[in-house]
């Protein structure tokens, strides 16, 4: 991991890097469609396992790639093993010296999951308030069972990662479009080639309203459960 960023070796993640070589990954998509999509699998697993930023990016890559059928069932099986490694490194000794860089936050995270851990872990996947490799080591650190960790993680991706691998697909003509200008810049010389495109554009304002919504369902449990706890007469018990 450290490597990686120092190196900035994470900056390969982008747009620009998908462009410049769009010709070449579309033909090898072409001819090896199932390699490809165990490829594009490959990196994503690798990239949440070493906390690597660009988990939407890579998310909206598979939909522009493979469609958004296929780029979303990559994406969730890439995310959920590689969150499932760094799950399973922090639970050894090993992994304390992975979590200081989580600082309070992660102490804020722990509450919640000693309450409920499926509930509230669904909560933080449905809607992004921390980042995802916090998310990935603050349960390890609590005592969360793997397959509460693995049903929550899997559940909880699944409306996100396929409402970017959407975009992505929407997005291919843009693309192509703002790649055959970079490209030519690219043929002519230039040093400040660049793509005009920000993919956080892709977080529009409903997205994050549809995610928040879905979010707040997931917590509807524990709502549940505390109410019928304080409506309880003193000296009686609730599950």
């Not at 999951?113 to 509230?120: P, V």
């Not at 069972?145 to 929550?152: K, N, P, S, Y």
């Not at 909880?156 to 990662?161: A, D, L």
């Not at 002519?188 to 529009?204: E, I, N, P, Q, V």
Request: net charge positive.
């Amino acid at each position: 991991m450290v490597v990686i960023l120092a190196t900035g070796l994470h900056r390969e993640l982008s747009l620009e890097t998908l462009v410049r070589h769009r010709a070449m990954i579309d033909g090898f998509v072409a001819e090896h469609g199932p390699a490809a999509v165990a490829a594009f699998t490959g990196i994503y697993i690798v990239a949440v396992a070493l906390s690597v930023p660009g988990a939407i990016f890579l998310t909206i890559c598979g939909g522009i790639l493979f469609g958004w059928p296929i780029g979303s069932v990559a994406a969730i099986v890439g995310a959920t093993t590689g969150a499932t490694l760094i799950f399973l490194i922090a639970r050894t000794a090993c992994g304390e010296s992975l979590v200081r860089r989580a600082g309070p936050r992660a102490e804020k995270i722990a509450q919640g999951f000693r309450a409920d851990a499926f509930s509230y872990l669904l909560f933080l996947r449905l809607v992004p308030i921390f980042p995802f490799w916090l998310v990935n080591l603050a349960p390890a650190l609590v005592g969360v069972r793997l397959r509460t960790f693995v049903a929550a993680t899997s559940i909880g991706i699944v409306p996100g990662t396929f409402a970017y691998a959407l975009v992505g697909a929407g997005l291919d003509s843009v693309i192509r479009a703002e790649g055959a200008a970079f490209r030519a810049c690219l043929a002519a010389g230039g040093s400040d080639c660049r793509l005009d495109f920000d993919m956080y554009t892709a977080l529009t304002p409903q997205l994050l309203v549809a995610l928040a919504a879905l979010g707040i369902i997931a917590l509807i449990p524990i709502l549940l459960r505390r109410r019928r706890g304080r409506c309880s007469p003193p000296g009686s018990t609730t599950e």
